[in-house]
């Protein structure tokens, strides 16, 4: 076969392995499409058909095929991202100030404590830490792996239970809009390169000024110019981002986050959100599921994964439910949103990504995390749609 005919049958993989998932096994309920996507990534990986059947694993997903998927896989993310950014309303979190500061504090830090606790114990060992990783970056991003919440995911899941649109929805949005900025800057931490910080201050100071202008070309353009420039504008951020060594994605993050919402139809945003999940994200799915390994044996994997999931599940209820308490929140309404926050998915697999592109974390290290948030993302709908079920009146209160 030709490569462009390797290339077609490995997007036929890609595409049909996990709708059949999802449609004949009826998993909605417990794993959306996308978690399905990530998963299917996952079996055909390196750890499962590269096992079970290595000469196929080489043939669908040799190196130039892989290398053209990464290609499509990198456009996807910094699409999602970039989406991410916009849809964050700061504005709402700044008029709850004092409620949203406590709760999102929380809920960030007490989860990057508890993973943090678990990183420490993963220091000494061998197969754990990446190459490039100072322990505190080592410790850090898996804590931050912990306590992140994916904005994207959390609003795929708001729709499924019919609450994105209620008060409750719009609150736990702030939440998560707050701890996103908190996690990108973390990450920026991180990434810090210091044998490159010349660029990276190049890069930080001349962003800020390059915003301002281009923030005033966006509000002179019409919307369907804003379409186009919005594109530009994403690709100048990720190239000079990863330029200065802080990584394209941090770029793209940056890129809409310095966008305002109303700037885009609503509708047309998510409706590109809808598109670029159903078009292009599998792809990336399918590059982040070529990335797992099991080198270390399958059962220490599962352990550490395990360990991780239990801090960040926890420190996720424990984080809130002290905020339930200073705010005064009803019975079972701190419950509730835990459960919500902990939704990982897909932000914290391209946070896990940027981390092992950096060589702060090992093949291992991203194959725990990325089980954990698997699991702690199917866990939410089983959970929480029963408690909304016995709580319905609390959806209704704004603060």
């Keep these: 076969m030709s490569n462009t005919e390797i290339f077609l049958l490995a997007m036929l993989v890609i595409f049909t392995l996990p709708y059949l998932i999802w449609r004949v096994g009826r998993t909605d309920y417990y794993a959306p499409l996308v978690v399905v996507q990530i998963i299917a990534g996952i079996l055909l990986g390196p750890g499962v058909l ?24 990198w456009w996807a993310v910094m699409l999602f ?3 991410a950014g916009v849809e964050l309303d700061l504005r709402k979190a700044w008029e709850y100030k004092r409620e949203s500061g406590i709760t999102a504090g929380l809920a960030l830090t007490v989860p990057l404590v508890f993973g943090s606790l678990v990183a420490l114990a993963l220091v000494p060992m061998q197969g754990w830490m990446g190459v490039n990783a100072m322990s505190w970056q080592f410790v850090l991003g ?26 409750m929805g719009q609150r736990i949005l702030r939440y998560a809009s707050l701890d996103d900025i908190a996690i990108w800057g ?16 190049i890069f930080l100071l001349s962003f800020g000024v390059v915003a301002y202008a281009f923030r005033l070309l966006m509000q002179k353009l019409e919307e369907r110019d804003r379409w186009f420039v919005a594109l530009i504008w994403l690709g100048i951020c990720a190239f000079t981002a990863d330029w200065a060594g802080l990584h394209f994605m941090v770029g793209a993050f940056l890129a809409g986050a310095v966008m305002d919402a109303e700037w885009f139809d609503q509708e047309k945003m998510d409706l590109l959100r809808h598109h670029v999940l159903l078009v292009m994200m599998p792809v990336f799915f399918l590059s982040t599921g070529l990335k797992t390994n099991w080198t270390l044996g399958g059962a220490t994997v599962f352990v550490v994964a395990a360990a991780l999931l239990v ?18 929140w009803q019975k079972g309404e701190a419950s509730i949103i835990a459960w919500l926050l902990q939704t990982k998915a897909l932000i914290m697999i391209i946070f896990a990504n940027i981390l092992l592109d950096k060589a702060v974390i090992t093949d291992a290290t991203f194959t725990a995390l990325l089980l954990m948030a698997i699991a702690s993302t199917m866990l939410t709908v089983p959970i929480v749609q029963p408690k909304l079920a016995r709580l319905r009146e609390l959806i209704g209160r704004s603060t």
Excluded: H
Aim: glycine letters at 8%; a positive charge.
């Design 50 to 73: 590269g096992n079970a059947f290595p000469e196929v694993y080489k043939f669908v997903f040799a190196p130039t095929i892989v290398q053209s998927l990464n290609g499509i896989a």
């Design 81 to 83: 991202v970039m989406i």
């Design 142 to 167: 898996i804590g931050m792996s912990c306590a992140v919440t994916a904005l994207p995911i959390l609003i795929l899941l708001m729709e499924k239970l019919n609450i994105l649109r209620e008060p």
């Design 186 to 201: 973390v990450l920026a931490l991180i990434m810090l390169d210091w044998t490159r910080v010349g660029r990276q201050a």
């Design 311 to 328: 801090a960040a599940v926890s420190g996720k209820w424990v984080g809130v439910q002290v905020a339930g308490k200073i705010l005064k």
